[in-house]
C-alpha cells in the first residue's frame, strides 16, 4: 500500500528445537495505515504474537530465525542495528502486553518504570517525567495519580494494571500501538471500560493500532479491517464489516459460528471446529485448515494462495468455488 505506515512483507518466524524446527510464523503479510485500528484474530498458537514480537524486534533467542521485511515508513526494521531499534520500540512502536502482572516490574514502582521510558526516549529531567507519569495515569482513568505512581504493580487490580500498561505505552505518542489481548482476564464491565479507553486514546492521539486478540466481539467493537491468521498465516483479509457480513474461508465460518448471538432465540447449539491446530513441526501438506474441514475436496492437497477471489478488497486462501461458498457457510454461521 503507498500510503501504509507499517507494512509486514512476507515475515517468516522459525525456532529450531530438538525435535525440528517449528515455523511459528510462515510468509505473513500485513499493511496498517495511519490512524487504522486493524485486528489479527485466531486460536492460541496461530502465530498472532509471535509475528507482532518479531515486528518490535523483541525475539532474542539464539534458535530463532527471522527472515522478511518490516518496513516503517519505508524503512526496513529488520536491518536496523540494535541501539537505532530501541529508539524505535517505544518512540514509534508501543506494545500493550498480554499479562500485565508480568510486563510490569514488581520491585519496581509503576511511575519509575513509565518514568524510565520517558527519560529513555525524551530529555527530561526526573521532576517532569514524574509529573508527565502523573498526567498519563490520570488520562487512563486512575484516580488520584500523583499518590498511585508512587505504588507498586501487586497493589493494583488487573484491570487497573492494564490501565498502567497503556499508560506506559501511550507515554512517548507512538506512531503504532500493538495491543495483545488487551482484555484477557478481565470482567466484562472492565473490557468495556479498556475497550472504550482505547478508542479515546486512538481517536484523541491519531495512533495506528494493530489489535492481538482470539475474541472476535472485541474485534467487532474496534477494529476496522481483520486479518484471520490459522497456522502461521493469513487465510483471510478484508474489512470488518465484510468479513463479518460475509467471511470467505471456512475457518473464519467456524470462529463466527462459535459465537453466542445475543438477543436472537438459539435453534441449535454452537458450532465448534472439530480436531486441533496442526504441529508447526511437520504441518499438513496442502491448505493447513483441510483436516479440520467439513468442505475439504481433493484440490486442498495444493497449498491455496492468499489472494482476491471474490473482490479486489477481500484476500482469502481457499479453493473452494466462491459461487458456493455461501451455501456451504449458511451450515456453519448461524
Not at 7 to 10: G, L, N
Given at each position: 500500500m503507498p500510503d501504509a505506515l507499517l507494512?509486514?512483507?512476507?515475515l517468516s518466524v522459525s525456532f529450531r528445537t530438538e525435535n525440528g524446527v517449528v515455523r511459528a510464523v510462515d510468509g505473513l503479510s500485513l499493511?496498517?495505515?495511519l490512524g487504522e485500528v486493524v485486528g489479527i484474530v485466531g486460536e492460541s498458537g496461530s502465530g498472532k504474537t509471535v509475528s507482532m514480537m518479531a515486528v518490535m524486534g523483541l525475539i532474542r533467542d539464539p534458535n530463532a530465525v527471522i527472515e522478511g521485511q518490516v518496513l516503517l515508513r519505508g524503512r526496513d526494521l529488520m536491518q536496523l542495528p540494535r541501539n537505532e531499534m530501541r529508539l524505535v520500540r517505544g518512540g514509534e512502536i508501543a506494545m500493550i502486553f498480554q499479562d500485565p502482572m508480568t510486563a510490569l516490574t514488581p520491585v519496581y514502582t509503576v511511575g519509575w518504570q513509565i518514568a524510565e521510558q520517558l527519560r529513555a526516549h525524551?530529555?527530561?529531567t526526573r521532576k517532569q517525567a514524574r509529573a508527565r507519569v502523573a498526567e498519563l495515569l490520570a488520562e487512563v482513568g486512575i484516580s488520584n495519580p500523583g499518590r498511585r505512581l508512587d505504588?507498586?504493580?501487586h497493589q493494583f487490580s488487573g484491570g487497573m494494571r492494564q490501565r498502567v500498561m497503556i499508560a506506559m505505552a501511550l507515554s512517548c505518542n507512538p506512531?503504532?500501538?500493538?495491543?495483545?489481548?488487551?482484555?484477557?482476564a478481565l470482567d466484562v464491565t472492565i473490557q468495556a471500560q479498556i475497550l472504550e479507553l482505547m478508542k479515546r486514546l486512538q481517536r484523541d492521539h491519531g495512533s495506528s493500532i494493530l489489535l492481538i486478540t482470539h475474541d472476535m466481539g472485541v474485534v467487532s467493537d474496534l477494529a476496522e479491517r481483520v486479518a484471520v491468521m490459522y497456522a502461521g498465516s493469513v487465510v483471510?483479509?478484508?474489512?470488518?464489516?465484510?468479513?463479518?457480513?460475509d467471511p470467505q474461508h471456512p475457518y473464519t465460518w467456524g470462529l463466527l459460528g462459535s459465537i453466542p448471538?445475543?438477543?436472537?432465540?438459539?435453534?441449535?447449539?454452537?458450532?465448534?471446529?472439530?480436531?486441533?491446530?496442526?504441529?508447526?513441526i511437520d504441518p499438513p501438506e496442502g491448505c493447513r485448515f483441510a483436516p479440520?474441514?467439513?468442505?475439504?475436496?481433493?484440490?486442498?492437497s495444493v497449498r491455496p494462495e492468499l489472494a482476491p477471489r471474490v473482490s479486489a478488497n477481500r484476500l482469502d486462501a481457499c479453493h473452494l468455488d466462491p459461487a458456493i461458498r455461501p451455501s456451504l457457510r449458511h451450515r456453519s454461521v448461524a
Open positions: 507494512e509486514v512483507c512476507d499493511s496498517l495505515a525524551q530529555a527530561m505504588d507498586y504493580p506512531s503504532i500501538l500493538i495491543a495483545d489481548e488487551p482484555t484477557t483471510e483479509e478484508g474489512s470488518k464489516a465484510d468479513v463479518f457480513r448471538r445475543v438477543g436472537r432465540p438459539r435453534v441449535r447449539r454452537l458450532a465448534a471446529i472439530p480436531g486441533l491446530p496442526p504441529s508447526l479440520r474441514c467439513p468442505h475439504r475436496f481433493d484440490r486442498c
